[in-house]
Nanobody, 124 residues
Framework: QVQLVESGGGLAQAGGSLRLSCAASGRSISAYGMSWFRQAPGKERDFVAGVRWRPGSQYYSDSVKGRFTISRDNAENTVYLQMNSLKTEDTAVYFC?????????????????WGQGTQVTVSS
C-alpha cells in the first residue's frame, strides 16, 4: 500500500510560480509511474504531467508543456511539479497519482494510488 500526500499549493498571481510536492510512504515508488492530474470546479479530472520509472521519461499535456516541469527524487520518495508562468486557467485541485506498473499514462484509470489533492488558485 502506498500513501501519497501533496503539498505546496496556494495562491499565486498570474505569471508567478508554485512548486508542488508529492511525498510517498508505505513503499518505494522508484519503479512506479507517477503523474499529476488536476480538477477544476465542475470539470473532469485532467492529466497534467507524468514521469515513468526510467530517468528522463517525462511527458506533459499540451496546456502545460513548456511551463511545468515534473521531476522525481527517488531517494526522498517524492515527486515534484514546478509550475511557472501560471495562468488563471491553471486554477484547480492538483492530485498526485502512482502507477505500480511503472509505465504511466495520461489516463486516470491507469493509476492505483491517489493523494487527497492540493488547491492551486491563480489570480489575475
Amino acid at each position: 500500500q502506498v500513501q501519497l500526500v501533496e503539498s505546496g499549493g496556494g495562491l499565486a498571481q498570474a505569471g508567478g510560480s508554485l512548486r508542488l510536492s508529492c511525498a510517498a510512504s508505505g513503499r518505494s515508488i522508484s519503479a512506479y509511474g507517477m503523474s499529476w492530474f488536476r480538477q477544476a470546479p465542475g470539470k473532469e479530472r485532467d492529466f497534467v504531467a507524468g514521469v515513468r520509472w526510467r530517468p528522463g521519461s517525462q511527458y506533459y499535456s499540451d496546456s502545460v508543456k513548456g511551463r511545468f516541469t515534473i521531476s522525481r527524487d527517488n531517494a526522498e520518495n517524492t515527486v515534484y511539479l514546478q509550475m511557472n508562468s501560471l495562468k488563471t486557467e491553471d486554477t484547480a485541485v492538483y492530485f498526485c497519482a502512482a502507477d505500480p506498473s511503472g509505465s504511466g499514462s495520461s489516463r486516470s484509470g491507469a493509476y492505483t494510488y491517489w493523494g487527497q489533492g492540493t488547491q492551486v488558485t491563480v489570480s489575475s
